[in-house]
């Protein structure tokens, strides 16, 4: 079948089996490999994107069901060669030890922050719940999303 839809905002259309999940479309057809495929069962979250703004792991999702939406991946959130605040965030705390986790984590810290600017500790640790990170104890991971918060987009950052 023929499936197309908008990845970061281009237009790819492509012929492939019914059953191919959203994440191998991503990275096969799509040629982006920052969304990492963990599980196959919805519990590492290491393949989060957005479909239409909403975070979904691209895992469990057919990619018949995103034809015709806008997936955002973890290369989408870096603008004319400037990295988003929550990239820069995770680079400035070290939120981030094998990499594995950390696109999903992104996208999820993203999608939190642009739902709630100055979110909590707490508020941070209850939206990254769903995804594993099975090298750090989060604490490096929960202040990169502060950080991020404390630094908007278009916000200059000194060194």
Not at 39 to 67: E, F, Q, R, Y
Not at 84 to 89: A, E, F, H
Not at 90 to 97: K, T
Not at 117 to 131: H, L, N, T, V, W
């Amino acid at each position: 079948m023929e499936i197309s839809m908008n990845i970061n905002g281009k237009p790819i259309t492509r012929d492939m089996e019914a059953r191919t999940l959203l994440v191998h479309y991503i990275r096969e057809d799509g040629d982006l490999r920052g969304t990492h495929w963990g599980c196959d069962t919805s519990n590492c979250g290491a393949c989060v994107v957005w479909v239409d703004g909403t975070p979904v792991k691209s895992c469990t999702v057919l990619a018949a069901s995103a034809a015709g939406h806008d997936i955002t991946t973890v290369e989408g959130l870096e603008k004319d060669g400037t990295l988003d605040p929550i990239q820069q965030g995770f680079i400035e705390c070290h939120g981030l030890q094998c990499g594995f986790c950390t696109p999903g984590m992104m996208m999820t810290g993203r999608w939190l922050l642009d739902n709630n600017p100055k979110p909590s500790e707490a508020e941070i640790r209850e939206c990254i719940s769903g995804q594993l990170c099975r090298c750090t104890g989060y604490k490096n991971i929960v202040e990169s999303i502060q950080w991020a918060a404390e630094h908007p987009a278009g916000e200059e950052v000194s060194a």
